[in-house]
Nanobody
Framework: QEQLVESGGGLVQAGGSLRLSCTAS????????MAWYRQAPGKQRELVAR???????NYADSVKGRFTISKNNAENTVYLQMNSLKPEDTAVYYC?????????WGQGTQVTVSS
């Protein structure tokens, strides 16, 4: 069964850092289209960062300069390095993959930033 496995969420103080990891099956990862989304309480899920073929990336304006998405092809893993965290970054973060025009999602990992 195709699966995305996330780790790295937690509780941090404002200004701190977290690194999220998402490991996908080889087949899904080979689609070369991985992303992180987040959903805060009462809000819609939003794209945070995406990485595609050739390590092309794009970011939400709200996280530019603070978050970095990267991947390790040998480990089928995508990362989200989050620095200078703000309380408004508090959300459930979801790993996403697109393979053959189908979206795959992780279970989500909670990130809470205290002020």
């Amino acid at each position: 069964q195709e699966q995305l496995v996330e780790s790295g969420g937690g509780l941090v103080q404002a200004g701190g850092s977290l690194r999220l990891s998402c490991t996908a099956s080889g087949r899904i990862f080979s689609g070369n289209n991985m992303a992180w989304y987040r959903q805060a309480p009462g809000k819609q899920r939003e794209l945070v960062a995406r990485i595609t073929s050739g390590s092309s990336t794009n970011y939400a304006d709200s996280v530019k300069g603070r978050f970095t998405i990267s991947k390790n092809n040998a480990e089928n893993t995508v990362y989200l390095q989050m620095n200078s965290l703000k309380p408004e970054d508090t959300a459930v973060y979801y790993c996403n993959a697109i393979y053959r025009w189908t979206n795959y999602w992780g279970q989500g990992t909670q990130v809470t930033v205290s002020s």
